[in-house]
């Protein structure tokens, strides 16, 4: 998750933009199902179940919308995922680790505890407003969770990979002398992360809010758990 910085010209490569062209789709890998997808029809199906999501919501993004609009038929959506929530943990999954491997080099990058959570905020900033349809799509699957535990199994892995690599990150800076952690990387990582999560929730509830002055404060809060190392 990675973001071009408020009012960056339109046009110009972010972090984001390059690990999107690079990182190779989760559904390389087997599907939910356990059945390898053919790269390009997976490519097409996930794409296109996301963007029925974004129009529709979950609940109205059926197979058959699915299926018409990645060009394939119904009953291969059924053979590789078996079920609509199968497809949408797939869709969270590969979004997942574009995002973190963005964010992976931008945090690798940090030379100060500054610079790490300046390439938070920037990630934070660009999920808002370059993608807010990950963040629905998130609550969409955490809604489908209690109700299935299937879904809160799988959603329960994207969580903590991505609470994990975070927390390998902060590990690694504090390993090199770069920043002091407030306390153990793992527990940092879970408070940043949901800190992450309620910040990008409040302002896409409260769009016309201004959220500069909220993000001053969760600067000044996250300095408190990573601070310089010299």
Do not use: W
Not at 188 to 197: E, F
């Amino acid at each position: 998750m990675v973001r071009r910085p408020v009012g960056a010209p339109a046009g110009r490569l972010t972090d984001y933009d390059r690990a999107m062209a690079v990182t190779t789709p989760a559904t390389d890998s087997p599907a939910p199902s356990g059945r390898p997808l053919e790269s390009d029809k997976a490519k097409r199906i996930v794409d296109a179940m996301r963007a029925s999501v974004a129009v529709r919501g979950a609940a109205g993004s059926t197979f058959d919308h699915v299926a018409r609009e990645a060009g394939v038929s119904r009953g291969l959506l059924h053979y590789y995922f078996g079920t609509k929530e199968r497809l949408l943990v797939e869709v969270v999954r590969r979004d997942s680790e574009i995002r973190l491997a963005a964010l992976g080099a931008l945090l690798a990058d940090a030379r100060t505890g500054d610079d790490f959570i300046d390439a938070l905020v920037r990630s934070l900033e660009d999920l808002i407003e370059r993608d807010p349809g990950f963040v629905v799509l998130m609550y969409e699957l955490f809604t489908l969770s209690r109700r299935n535990e299937e879904i809160a199994g799988e959603l329960a892995a994207l969580c903590r990979q991505s609470r994990e690599t975070l927390a390998a990150s902060l590990a690694a800076k504090q390993d090199e002398g770069v920043v002091r952690l407030g306390d153990d990387a793992d527990a940092v990582s879970g408070v940043l992360l949901a800190l992450a999560d309620g910040l990008a929730l409040r302002f896409l509830s409260e769009p016309d809010i201004d959220p500069r002055p909220t993000l001053k404060a969760a600067v000044a809060a996250a300095r408190a758990l990573i601070a310089d190392a010299r």
